[in-house]
């Protein structure tokens, strides 16, 4: 059953982070982190060059998310996505595009890419001809809220153009 003490405790689980990484973790022991962690005193063995370098912090998770920008790692914490989600969405939700009969994908339902094909002038009023192409889920500004994670699409991206 849900609690809202449950939901405040959630809120305010401890993570573990270092001031260079990108990732917060669950446990303080995660191979991620420690695998990490050998590979920037291989590189500094004298100590990291900034603030904090690479010891293992602790904090509660909402503050490591916002304050520091950090991201759930995919190794302690998988499917965790975002954590954190603005509860405003300003229109930004995915909807399946159907056209004929036939789904074509997902777009967001809010963005519109607006083309301008013909503009003429008749007794000084300009007339345009647009059309408009859907843009597919999820969208920069859904990216940019936290609407979902935006890790995989990162990633996805990354490994196909490098194909």
């Not at 003429?120 to 408009?132: A, L, M, S």
């Amino acid at each position: 059953m849900w609690s809202l003490g449950a939901a405040v405790a959630r809120a305010l689980q401890t993570v573990y982070y270092t001031q260079g990484g990108r990732k917060y973790h669950g446990t303080h022991n995660c191979p991620a982190l420690e695998s990490a962690q050998s590979l920037w005193e291989a590189v500094y063995p004298s100590g990291a060059p900034w603030y904090g370098g690479y010891a293992v912090q602790q904090r509660h998770e909402q503050d490591v998310y916002y304050r520091h920008g950090k991201r759930p790692c995919l190794v302690c914490l998988p499917g965790r996505g975002v954590p954190f989600t603005s509860a405003v969405h300003f229109g930004h939700k995915p909807a399946e595009n159907i056209v004929r009969g036939q789904c074509l994908g997902t777009v967001c339902i809010r963005c519109r890419i607006v083309h301008h094909r013909d503009e003429w002038e008749v007794d000084g009023d300009i007339f345009r001809v647009t059309g408009f192409s859907l843009v597919k889920w999820p969208c920069t500004s859904a990216l940019v809220l936290g609407l979902v994670d935006r890790e995989p699409f990162i990633y996805d991206e990354t490994l196909r153009m490098a194909a």
